[in-house]
């Protein structure tokens, strides 16, 4: 189970930071990704960060304004985001895929959601 939360209003330029928490499973078994669906867009991705090795992978237009990480103790993935702008706005979700080493943020293999927390950046 994958339960975000951090999302907000935020004014242009302001920063939040997502989190994800996870139950169930030994996150060195997952890829955990990031990613968000802007209306009347499909779901694309934003970042993911593998469970096992670490690596991690950023998508344009977010590249240099995120950094994701996890906290192995607190089975919480983190989305930092910094210099919001409006074209943000959207829905952010997580989710896991079984995956042994790295990461890729191809939705489809992305097996397990969670809900998803709204950013909203406005003035």
């Known amino acids: 189970r994958l339960v975000e939360s951090g999302g907000g209003l935020v004014q242009p330029g302001g920063s939040l930071r997502l989190s994800c928490a996870i139950s169930?499973?030994?996150?060195?078994?997952?890829?955990i990704g990031w990613f968000r669906q802007l209306p009347g867009k499909e779901r694309e991705g934003v970042s993911c960060i593998s469970g096992s090795d670490g690596s991690t992978v950023y998508k344009e237009p977010v590249k240099g304004r995120v950094n994701i990480s996890i906290v192995n103790l607190k089975r919480t993935v983190y989305l930092a985001m910094n210099n919001l702008k409006p074209g943000d706005i959207s829905v952010y979700s997580c989710?896991?895929?079984?995956?042994?080493?790295?990461?890729?943020?191809?939705?489809?293999?992305?097996?397990?959601w969670g809900q998803g927390t709204q950013v909203t950046v406005s003035s």
């Open positions: 989710a896991a895929e079984f995956r042994s080493s790295g990461c890729r943020m191809k939705t489809a293999n992305y097996n397990y």
């Open positions: 169930g499973g030994a996150l060195r078994y997952y890829a």
